[in-house]
């Protein structure tokens, strides 16, 4: 049974954060907000949370395309190729609605090593940025996908919990979410490619 936990973005709970952090140390998945669409997450380090967020998707987790949310850009060297050009454009757009295709580097985690590129996101969503900082590592994350193809994706938390129950440890409830996911941009060629898009302003790139 999921728990669904209240969390306000202006000012998010120490104490409702560490309970967030605690159930992803332990390997748990989490359904949280972001500046999008809500996400399912966990650690990056548990290879058993990642294999069971890979079974809910569908797909093999070596192949899977899910994206790292990470909390700011100094840490990102460690599983990024990264560029001045690149770096740039990153510093430009984020934290904001966007995921960037980067070159992966060689620290990835071992289940990633296969990768060549990953995607990254950092979110202007307090509540999602808090939870990282306190990890202290970044979340590999993937869209709450809906079965309705006019919605898309489910805005309301408690319509999510009420679905997820069974299948993610804690949902945490943000407020309403957007229906709207977030720009994906391939920056492992000359020049940025639009990919997706979705939320956020394309006349930065």
């Given at each position: ?26 390997g ?13 997450g966990?650690?990056?380090n ?94 590999v ?17 408690e ?13 945490v ?15 492992t ?14 006349s930065?790139?």
């Open positions: 049974m999921a728990e669904l936990l209240r969390v306000y973005e202006e000012n998010p709970s120490p104490k409702a954060i560490k309970k967030i952090v605690e159930v992803l140390k332990n748990g998945l989490v359904i949280y907000p972001t500046d999008t669409v809500y996400g399912l966990c650690d990056i548990n290879t058993a949370a990642l294999e069971k967020i890979a079974k809910i998707k569908g797909v093999k987790l070596e192949k899977s395309n899910f994206s790292f949310i990470v909390e700011d850009l100094s840490n990102l060297s460690e599983y990024t190729q990264l560029n001045n050009q690149n770096f740039k454009i990153l510093k430009r757009s984020l934290p904001g609605p966007y995921t960037f295709i980067l070159p992966g580097s060689n620290n990835l985690p071992s289940v990633f090593k296969k990768k060549k590129t990953v995607g990254i996101r950092v979110p202007d969503n307090g509540i999602a940025k808090a939870i990282v900082q306190e990890l202290g590592n970044p979340i994350s993937t869209s709450i996908k809906d079965d309705d193809e006019v919605l898309e994706y489910t805005t309301d938390p319509l999510i919990a009420e679905k997820w129950n069974k299948l993610v440890d804690l949902v409830d943000g407020g309403y979410g957007d229906n709207v996911a977030s720009t994906v941009i391939d920056l060629g000359e020049d940025p490619v639009v990919v997706r898009e979705g939320k956020g302003d394309l930065i790139f």
